[in-house]
């Protein structure tokens, strides 16, 4: 099974900057996936990253607020951008493999 | 496009007791389902998967599920309840040409002493 770990584990922000959340897999995998859980809500999937393409991002997200890079099969950052309170949440980083997906501990961000 | 459902906001159970959570699903096609716990302040765990097969899947910890296309639910199961299983509780579906997941709103368990 894959082992991922993010940095930062949690931070406070203040709105207006951005954050850069680090997501690194113990393995090569093609897909990698950031998700967003708002305070008391379920997760909703943000965007997919490959490496070698551009992340393609769900309804309601979009690359200038949160772009994302995939460097190579085992790295990926999300950054969130001009940040606001909405933005508080828990963002976690996913891979698919072997028919599972597995989950990162999650960055959970506060912004004030 | 793929959605998932968890009618129960929170279940609650005695300790000893069996305990269900439900889940249904809407998907084209053949489904994956999976089952994810999350404890407070820890990540998202994996429970079980159905993927093909039984339709009876077991799972970490004592939990089960039964797939069951007719009614297309998934709803998880345990026929004793500990109250170290008190957390959250979220259902995932996914298509199979679509890699990542669509989660359930969540179910919260509660398991009483």
């Known amino acids: 099974s894959a082992v991922i770990s993010q940095k930062p584990s949690r931070d406070i922000c203040q709105r207006g900057t951005s954050l850069t959340i680090q997501c690194q897999v113990d393995?090569?995998?093609?897909?990698m996936f950031w998700y967003r859980q708002q305070p008391g809500q379920s997760l909703t999937l943000i965007a997919t990253a490959n490496q070698g393409s551009e992340a393609t991002y769900e309804s309601g997200f979009v690359i200038d607020k949160f772009p994302i890079s995939r460097p190579n099969l085992t790295f990926s950052t999300l950054t969130v951008s001009n940040m606001s309170p909405e933005d508080s949440s828990i963002y976690l980083c996913?891979?698919?493999?072997?028919?599972?997906?597995?989950f990162g501990p999650g960055t959970r961000l506060t912004v004030l | 496009a793929q959605s998932v459902a968890q009618p129960e906001d929170q279940v609650n159970v005695a300790e000893g007791n069996p305990l269900t959570v439900k889940c249904t699903y809407s998907?084209?096609?053949?489904?994956?389902l999976f089952w994810y716990v999350q404890y407070p302040n820890r990540g998202l765990q994996f429970l079980l998967k159905y993927i093909t097969g039984d339709n009876l899947v077991k799972g970490s910890y004592g939990f089960e599920a039964e797939f069951n296309k007719s009614q297309t639910s998934f709803h998880l199961k345990k026929p004793s309840a500990l109250v170290s299983d008190s957390a959250l509780y979220f259902c995932?579906?996914?298509?199979?040409?679509?890699?990542?997941?669509?989660f359930g709103s969540g179910t919260r368990l509660q398991v009483q002493p």
């Open positions: 393995s090569q995998v093609t897909m």
């Open positions: 995932a579906v996914r298509e199979i040409r679509r890699r990542a997941l669509t």
């Open positions: 996913s891979v698919y493999q072997g028919n599972e997906q597995f």
């Open positions: 998907v084209s096609g053949n489904p994956y």
